[in-house]
């Protein structure tokens, strides 16, 4: 409860800093953040960059023993479609590199990581989706 406030106010400020759709993508990556704790995951990252700037992982977290990179997309609606189509080869191999190196960084092998998806439909309320092992 007191973290969904503290959210609600940082929000608030981001919102005046960030271009709204900067702002929107914070905002969704902090409640995507939240429904995987919910749902027992545990974070160990966000917004990893590896050194040579290739690609940047929204979410990192363990699911039981199984390390999960998660993408996160939002969008104020789905006319266009779903926000996870956003995601592309190009899109998709970058982040297998980001991984790689984290993989590497925190000795754990490949076998044990899976990327997810966590989509946000809307604005006020958003509808959250959760796609595990998407690609």
């Known amino acids: 409860m007191i973290l969904s406030l503290f959210d609600k106010v940082r929000h608030r400020i981001e919102r005046k800093r960030y271009t709204p759709e900067r702002a929107n993508g914070v905002r969704g990556?902090?409640?995507?953040?939240?429904?995987?704790?919910?749902?027992?995951?545990?974070?160990?990252?966000?917004n990893f960059r590896p050194r040579n700037g290739r690609g940047e992982i929204d979410i990192i977290a363990w699911d039981g023993d199984t390390l999960v990179f998660v993408e996160v997309k939002s969008a104020v609606d789905d006319e266009?479609?779903?926000p996870d189509r956003?995601?592309?080869?190009?899109?998709?191999?970058?982040?297998?590199?980001?991984?790689?190196?984290?993989?590497?960084?925190?000795?754990?092998?490949?076998?044990?990581s899976r990327f997810d998806i966590v989509t946000l439909v809307g604005e006020i309320d958003p509808l959250i989706e959760h796609y595990p092992a998407a690609f």
């Open 86 to 112: 956003a995601i592309d080869r190009y899109k998709r191999e970058r982040l297998e590199w980001a991984a790689r190196c984290y993989l590497s960084k925190a000795r754990v092998p490949w076998e044990r």
């Open 29 to 46: 990556e902090d409640l995507a953040m939240r429904f995987l704790q919910a749902r027992k995951f545990v974070i160990v990252g966000r």
């Open 80 to 82: 266009c479609g779903t």
